[in-house]
């Protein structure tokens, strides 16, 4: 219980220690849906609106803005050679392109 209860704490920062291997194997997973094909990323961006909606707007599209320009700032989404490989060219043109809508909409 208490490896499942680590494991599913690394979520929350996504930042295994180097060498441990389950937890990079882990976050990588859970980072996969950024990656997705357009129009997935697209029903993904949705449903983290929908299960903040009682977060006014112009408070989400800033808060949500932060988040994707702190990911788009790491070195690297994913902890794998295989995901970095697989996800992190289209993961990095997702959170890019909602950025962008965010902004759009806010100026």
Known sequence: MAEVERLVL????HDP???????????????AV?????????AYAAAVREE????PEPDFRAGR???LRQLLALPAL???PAA???FDA???????????????INS
Not at 17 to 31: F, I, Q, S, T, Y
Not at 34 to 42: R, S
Not at 97 to 104: K, S
Request: net charge negative.
């Open 84 to 86: 970095r490989a697989r």
């Open 10 to 13: 690394l979520t929350v920062t």
């Open 78 to 80: 994913y902890r794998t």
């Open 90 to 104: 289209a993961a990095r043109a997702n959170l890019t392109a909602e950025l962008e809508g965010l902004t759009r």
């Open 17 to 31: 220690a180097p060498g441990d291997r389950d937890g990079e194997v882990l976050c990588d997973a859970d980072l």
């Open 52 to 55: 903040y909606s009682f977060v």
């Open 34 to 42: 950024l990656g997705g094909a357009p129009e997935a990323y697209t």
């Open 65 to 67: 803005a932060a988040v």
